[in-house]
């Protein structure tokens, strides 16, 4: 698949017309449906839980890439797989015992990522990171679409891509928060893989379009 995948975060879809935006996602060049769950606890907001992503499923033809922001996410590991997730993405701040977490979501046919938030360092993942499928560096604090990003995200993509390449795996790195056509390219430079966008493509007059520009096509 042509790098940098694309994945646009639904929770800056018109929730009125999910189905249409969905569509729209379907139709464009984007390559997963990216979607953030919140649980008011790890994040100070709630998004949608698991009727709606059933929702999302029954109209989403590409993989669907699930953030979790919630503590203790080992209790709905299997729901997620059940759902139809592709990758489920767990924060290194919610796990205490991360290393079995991601083993679950393996064994449960998942991929396996892990995200960390602005102020963690890439090197708490050096012993787990050949066990990983995705790392996703918050370029914002989690919990709200529409914030703008953090500039610090360049140095910790280039720090993790060395440490990707050292260790000799092909865990991918996926940005997400404040992305736009401004910092994408040198976002794709210092080694990102996957673009998560929001705002940036829902609330542009084409959408569409919008994500073709970010595929840098
Ligand atoms: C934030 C979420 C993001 C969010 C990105 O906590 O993880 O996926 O939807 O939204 P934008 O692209 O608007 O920053
Ligand atoms: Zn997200």
């Not at 924060?91 to 102020?119: F, S, W």
């Not at 989690?142 to 953090?150: K, T, V, Y």
């Not at 500039?151 to 390449?165: A, C, F």
């Amino acid at each position: 698949m042509k790098l940098p995948l694309i994945a646009p975060s639904l929770l800056a879809a018109d929730f009125g017309n999910l189905q249409r935006d969905v569509e729209m996602v379907n139709e464009s060049k984007a390559d997963w449906h990216h979607i953030d769950v919140m649980d008011g606890v790890f994040v100070p907001n709630i998004s949608y839980g698991m009727p709606v992503i059933s929702a999302i499923q029954k109209y989403a033809t590409k993989p669907l890439d699930v953030h979790l922001m919630i503590i203790d996410p080992d209790r709905y590991i299997t729901k997620f797989a059940a759902l139809g997730t592709s990758v489920l993405t767990v924060h290194y701040e919610a796990c205490t015992h991360l290393h079995r977490t991601i083993q679950a979501i393996k064994d449960a046919g998942m991929k396996a990522g892990v995200a960390l938030n602005p102020h963690t360092n890439i090197k708490v993942l050096e012993d787990i990171i050949s066990d990983l499928d995705l790392v996703l560096i918050m370029s914002v604090n989690p919990g709200f679409g529409g914030q703008s990003f953090i500039e610090n995200t360049y140095q910790k993509v280039k720090d993790l891509k060395e440490m990707i390449s050292k260790k000799n795996t092909s865990t991918l790195i996926e940005i997400d928060g404040g992305v736009t056509t401004q910092n994408a390219s040198k976002l794709i430079a210092a080694g990102a893989d996957v673009l998560v966008a929001g705002s940036f493509v829902f609330k542009s007059t084409d959408p569409m379009k919008t994500i073709t520009e970010l595929k840098g096509e």
